[in-house]
């Protein structure tokens, strides 16, 4: 990250203003704070886990406790598998969520 002249600052509320801010930022990191509501494997407080270029969701299994996980997103080089090249599917219940842009 170019943090000279806050070059970093101008970049992010560009991104903003432009209405394009996807799940990640090419060649950049998101860190997102989700809240669940009541809602499954099921991970203890304090549990961590490490989702590598799979498609998964996640659901809080308590009736009524609030849950909070913590995402880290970084960009990646595309995911190639015995020759096949994996792109972003984000899979159902995902509409209005913006694609990063990182399948160009």
């Keep these: 990250a170019d943090l000279n002249g806050d070059a970093d600052l101008r ?53 009524t406790e609030w849950a909070r996980m913590v995402f880290v997103l970084q960009d990646t080089k595309p995911l190639v598998v015995n020759g096949l090249r994996y792109g972003e599917d984000y899979g159902r219940g995902t509409e209005g969520v913006l694609p990063s842009g990182n399948d160009d």
């Design 11 to 63: 970049f992010h509320d560009a991104k903003l203003a432009s209405g394009t801010l996807g799940l990640a930022t090419k060649s950049g990191t998101v860190c997102r704070m989700v809240d669940f509501g009541p809602d499954s494997t099921r991970l203890k407080r304090g549990d961590i886990a490490v989702q590598r270029a799979t498609i998964h969701a996640w659901g809080n299994p308590s009736k």
